[in-house]
């Protein structure tokens, strides 16, 4: 099997901590869970964690074509709102707004949302199964 064709794979344990918290374990790192019933304050829930998967795979996704497109910039923020529909369960839309901070001409900007949107795992992933769409922005 060539590299190229060679898929990369994820592990992440998850475990009940107490009736309020999990904890989930992949690599060094953990992370709390929100996993009360009655909702936690204190850590993120199923549909935040999906969100902020989101918004890490847009960020990583920046941070991977940069250096391609030798996009500059000195920040990135991900905004995200996700609204969740009852019967059947499951996230119904999610709206992001990326904001840069950069200098970069307005058509280099839309090239960098082409590509998160193009290459992103996560991406792809949720926009299979759920109204996904956003913009971005110049800070300021």
Not at 14 to 36: G, P
């Amino acid at each position: 099997m060539s590299p190229l064709s060679q898929k990369m794979t994820f592990d992440v344990r998850s475990e009940r901590v107490d009736m309020t918290i999990s904890k989930s374990y992949c690599k060094n790192a953990e992370i709390r869970i929100d996993t009360d019933p009655t909702g936690s304050p204190d850590a993120f829930n199923p549909a935040e964690l999906l969100l902020a998967a989101l918004s890490a795979c847009m960020i990583k996704g920046v941070e991977r074509i940069s250096p391609i497109l030798d996009f500059k910039f000195d920040g990135i923020e991900v905004r995200l709102h996700g609204v969740r529909q009852d019967i059947p369960p499951r996230m119904e839309s999610i709206r992001y707004e990326v904001i840069v901070d950069t200098k970069e001409a307005d058509h280099r900007l839309e090239l960098l949302h082409k590509n998160i949107k193009q290459f992103g795992t996560v991406y792809n992933t949720v926009l299979a199964g759920t109204d996904l769409s956003g913009t971005i922005r110049r800070k300021g």
